[in-house]
Nanobody, 124 residues
Framework: QLQLVESGGGLVQPGGSLRLSCAASGFTFDYYSLGWFRQAPGKEREGVSCISPGGGSTHYVDSVKGRFTISRDNAKNTVYLQMNGLKPEDTAIYYC?????????????????WGQGTQVTVSS
């Protein structure tokens, strides 16, 4: 059974850093594009970043460019999101998701497989 489990969320002060991890199991990890998404209270889920199966293609939403970095380790079946320079507006539940495609896709509606999410709170 396909499973995605996020970890690494927490409370951090503005300007701080967190690294989210998403461990995958139950499928051929390196066939899938992976994405990170977030949903803040009262807002729609938005795409944050995506990475193609081989890691050669990545994409970021404008609001996180230069601050967040997505990466993947296909040997460990894990995708990461390094978040630096965190701002209060980054506060949300962060989800990872998987999509069987060779492309980097940041549209959450294209992803059929989701983790349970991890809370990120940026506050002083």
């Amino acid at each position: 059974q396909l499973q995605l489990v996020e970890s690494g969320g927490g409370l951090v002060q503005p300007g701080g850093s967190l690294r989210l991890s998403c461990a995958a199991s139950g499928f051929t990890f390196d066939y899938y594009s992976l994405g990170w998404f977030r949903q803040a209270p009262g807002k729609e889920r938005e795409g944050v970043s995506c990475i193609s199966p081989g890691g050669g293609s990545t994409h970021y939403v404008d609001s996180v460019k230069g601050r967040f970095t997505i990466s993947r380790d296909n040997a460990k079946n894990t995708v990461y999101l390094q978040m630096n320079g965190l701002k209060p507006e980054d506060t949300a539940i962060y989800y990872c998701a998987a999509y069987l495609t060779g492309l980097c896709v940041i549209d959450p509606n294209r992803y059929p497989y989701w983790g349970q999410g991890t809370q990120v709170t940026v506050s002083s």
